[in-house]
């Protein structure tokens, strides 16, 4: 029971490093966040129409609630991310701490890179978007954050 907790507070403890450095990077660059709104517009409207890959996601009508469900998928990835790498380390694939945390979130930028960015209507590696290599950067570097936060994490919980 206690590993299942593990899983959860370390996903969602990464999100929230996640979405924190988004706000100070902000703050940097004025590189505004992800747009989670959007991304709820998306899992809505997969829900209702069963379409996983849209031409643009700004082309499809506003929902009601796609900012609370956009937020939350937010939140559920992070989670199954953060249980994914549990999963590894079981397997003795990775260890606890920073290199295998970043290595961890290095690889998983295949996610946006190869689907969740296609699936928006951005096309792979975001070559529909107006600017592919920046977006791409940035998924990398908030990916290899997060991962490094996941594998953080589970040693912070390794200590006890």
């Not at 966040?33 to 506003?62: A, Q, T, Y």
């Not at 950067?137 to 919980?157: C, P």
Request: hydrophobic share 55%; net charge neutral.
């Amino acid at each position: 029971m206690f590993f299942y907790f593990e899983i959860i507070i370390i996903g969602i403890f990464a999100c929230v490093i996640f979405d924190l450095w988004q706000r100070i990077f902000l703050f940097l660059t004025t590189i505004p966040p992800s747009n989670w709104s959007l991304v709820g517009r998306w899992v809505i409207n997969l829900c209702n129409k069963h379409v996983i890959f849209v031409n643009h996601i700004n082309e499809i009508k506003e929902y009601k609630y796609e900012t609370i469900a956009g937020w939350s998928l937010h939140y559920i990835v992070a989670i199954c991310y953060s249980a994914i790498y549990a999963i590894l380390m079981e397997l003795d694939i990775v260890d606890v701490g920073f290199v295998d945390g970043m290595i961890f979130g290095f690889l998983s930028v295949v996610v946006p890179w190869f689907f969740f960015l296609p699936a928006l209507g951005n096309g792979v590696l975001a070559k529909r978007a107006p600017k592919p290599i920046l977006v791409c950067s940035l998924a990398l570097m908030m990916h290899t954050i997060f991962g490094i936060s996941i594998g953080m994490g589970y040693l912070v919980f390794d200590k006890f």
